[in-house]
């Protein structure tokens, strides 16, 4: 092909990709600078009503913010539902999707429907019904257990059963997803390969652990990052559930930010957490991939 055919065919990808382009600056790139910007004033709802008592106020905001002891509760609760959440809806996942894609199994499209209907669930409805499952005294689960004997537990009031509570009603909203991104990588998967360890003598943990896994490595990383992010984003669960209690034990980054931008209108400081929040997602994403990076590296 020719310089100029060569050419051509850049700017026609340039033009098809303007669109796309256009919508990532205005709807993401910019708003992401502006929050950035944001973070380093004082703007308040004073700033509101007239834009001359807006202040420059440099890294005061951060300053501020890792002074505030309920900023690093906030994180410390967000931290533990990535821990709890990332690893179960990983597990829970690539067990229905290994569910759904074994041919012997009957009704399998009527299980990938059943699986991944609570992720098409409206959110707030879903929250709303599991409040009430997980009630005290008139919820469906302490009936239960109230059945086999055991004492109720207090799942939203209670600081040590709250985020385990909202961590498995995450993980049942949310695994749907993951399943169609795994049964996905599980179809791609050599069936040859998988007869070849059959007839070697593998057990189905075995062909699990050295064939299937090690194909779906990419996949597997993928919904990790996503999880993780996710995670990180969690906000509307905890403000349904228990509106940050009890005692802020379910309060998140972004329940945080929620508070100081929009409820009490401390713009400056809600913007800075976003800011640091941007940065931890960032970080805890990288750490998947970079894990699988070395993990390719060490193969090759």
Do not use: C, N
């Given at each position: 092909m020719?310089?100029?055919?060569?050419?051509?065919e850049r700017r026609a990808g340039w033009l098809f990709s303007a669109p796309a382009l256009l919508a990532i600056a205005l709807f993401f790139v910019l708003p992401t600078i502006a929050s950035l910007a944001l973070s380093l004033t004082d703007f308040d709802i004073y700033a509101l009503a007239d834009i001359r008592n807006l202040r420059f106020v440099g890294l005061d905001n951060y300053a501020a913010l890792l002074a505030d002891p309920l900023f690093w509760t906030a994180l410390g609760n967000t931290l533990w539902f990535v821990v709890l959440g990332v690893p179960l809806v990983i597990a829970i996942s690539l067990a229905a999707a290994i569910l759904v894609n074994e041919r012997m199994v009957a009704w399998r499209p009527v299980w990938r429907v059943v699986f991944f209907a609570p992720y098409v669930a409206t959110l707030v409805a879903a929250a709303v019904v599991w409040k009430y499952l997980l009630h005290t005294r008139y919820g469906l689960v302490n009936y239960a257990l109230d059945t086999l004997g055991l004492q109720p537990v207090d799942w939203l009031g209670d600081p040590r059963w709250a985020i385990p509570a909202i961590t498995l009603f995450v993980v049942?909203?949310?695994?749907?997803?993951?399943?169609?991104?795994?049964?996905?990588?599980?179809?791609?998967?050599?069936?040859?390969?998988?007869?070849?360890?059959?007839?070697?003598?593998?057990?189905?943990?075995?062909?699990?652990?050295?064939?299937?896994?090690?194909?779906?490595?990419?996949?597997?990383?993928?919904?990790?990052?996503?999880?993780?992010v996710a995670m990180f984003q969690l906000f509307a669960e905890p403000y349904v559930m228990t509106e940050g209690g009890p005692a802020q034990s379910t309060v998140t980054v972004l329940y945080l930010m929620f508070e100081e931008g929009f409820q009490w209108w401390n713009l400056g400081t809600g913007a800075a957490v976003a800011v640091v929040l941007f940065v931890c997602i960032l970080a805890a994403a990288l750490l998947p991939a970079l894990a699988m990076r070395l993990l390719h590296v060490r193969r090759t």
């Open positions: 020719s310089r100029t055919g060569v050419e051509a049942w909203k949310s695994f749907g997803y993951a399943m169609l991104i795994f049964l996905a990588a599980l179809q791609t998967v050599p069936r040859e390969l998988d007869e070849a360890a059959r007839i070697d003598g593998a057990g189905w943990w075995a062909r699990l652990r050295h064939v299937t896994l090690p194909a779906i490595a990419p996949a597997t990383g993928l919904v990790a990052i996503l999880t993780i």
